[in-house]
């Protein structure tokens, strides 16, 4: 900017001394142009742009022309004054901190949330003071209004662990069970009971009938504990719905074994995530795409997608291992793949050639 400034003087002393050598009509005559040209000008332009050195040029130029002329200038000396106003803020301006104190770090705020997230049972000065360890010194009143922002309760009276969170934790000594139904092509209705061992995401497809009892629910209970054999054991928890064909007797089967019995809220399959997940996926890879004429059909379907479940099918739990059969060794990628059918068609394996 500086150096624009002593550009446009130089060229006006160049220019003023060009206009020594010229007579006074031709200056008089040019000066009647300038002005003619610059009225048009006015008419179409609202307001000229002018830089910084153009501002402080007509500031200086305009201290030498007469008063009565000064008034005619796009630069009035109000904005002559406003100009020079503007210099000496710029010049004395200091970095000024605003009232109150500095905002939190977003790194810290999600740091606290986080925290909160994982510890239902700490408060506000308890985050404070795990913050504290991690070298970032941050008040209990900020942490304080940072929960209560994002609507959760600082002081530790927040509720316990959702259903999400106890699955993840108990996730090793969790079976689960429920009911899957088909309507047959002749709109009769087929029960099966399936069980899934929540650590490993191994199925247990059981009986099939169209009319489930609880004397039937209590012998597939029998059947599975007889399945998984040596596995019983780390079944600490049971969880299941409200269904009326879970009775006591039921319940009685696997209590025996030392396993605690859980019931999932009302209308809530969340609470039981993980059976409800297989039978959507059932549901949209194979009973959906198939027509069931009778329960020895139904049976056999859902004994090749237990078996393909089980040994094939890919889980990101599982680090995309299938729950019986782990990740084989990197091949060549130039190995041959092939494909098997599973089902007519309906479902696709593919495994590279030996």
């Known amino acids: 900017m500086a150096l624009r400034l002593l550009y446009l003087t130089f060229l006006k002393i160049l220019g003023w001394m060009a206009l020594l050598a010229r007579s006074k009509a031709s200056k008089n005559a040019e000066i009647l142009v300038l002005r003619h040209q610059l009225a048009v000008l006015r008419r179409q332009v609202g307001r000229p742009q002018s830089s910084w050195a153009d501002r402080a040029m007509i500031a200086a130029l305009a201290q030498l022309l007469p008063k009565a002329l000064r008034g005619h200038r796009f630069v009035t000396p109000g904005t002559l004054l406003r100009w020079h106003t503007d ?68 002081a530790p009276r ?93 319940d009685a089967v696997f209590a025996s074994e030392g396993t605690q019995v859980l019931l999932t809220p009302v209308r809530a399959p969340r609470a039981n995530a993980y059976i409800e997940h297989w039978i959507g996926g059932c549901r949209r890879e194979l009973l959906d795409r198939d027509l069931i004429v009778n329960e020895r059909q139904l049976r056999s379907i859902l004994a090749a997608y237990e078996t393909h479940f089980n040994t094939h099918r890919p889980h990101r739990t599982l680090r995309q291992e299938a729950p019986l059969r782990p990740l084989p060794d990197p091949g060549d990628p130039d190995d041959r793949v092939v494909r098997r059918d599973l089902l007519g068609g309906a479902i696709h394996e593919y495994a590279q050639v030996a």
């Not at 408060?123 to 913050?131: D, H, K, P, S, V």
């Open 87 to 154: 210099l000496i803020k710029r010049r004395w301006t200091y970095k000024r901190q605003g009232p109150g104190r500095p905002p939190t770090r977003p790194s810290v705020r999600e740091l606290v949330l986080r925290m909160a997230a994982d510890n239902p049972h700490w408060g506000y000065r308890r985050i404070a003071g795990e913050l504290a360890g991690l070298g970032r010194s941050v008040g209990a009143s900020t942490v304080w209004a940072i929960l209560n922002r994002a609507g959760i309760d600082p």
């Open 158 to 250: 927040r509720s316990g662990p959702t259903w999400a969170q106890f699955l993840r934790n108990q996730a090793s000594g969790i079976l689960t069970v429920d009911f899957v139904h088909v309507d047959t092509v002749l709109l009769r209705r087929v029960y099966r009971m399936v069980a899934m061992e929540s650590s490993t995401r191994r199925v247990h497809l059981l009986g099939v009938t169209a009319h489930p009892t609880s004397s039937w629910a209590v012998q597939q209970a029998r059947i599975l504990l007889m399945a998984m054999d040596d596995r019983v054991g780390h079944a600490r928890f049971l969880i299941r719905d409200r269904d009326s064909k879970f009775t006591d007797a039921f």
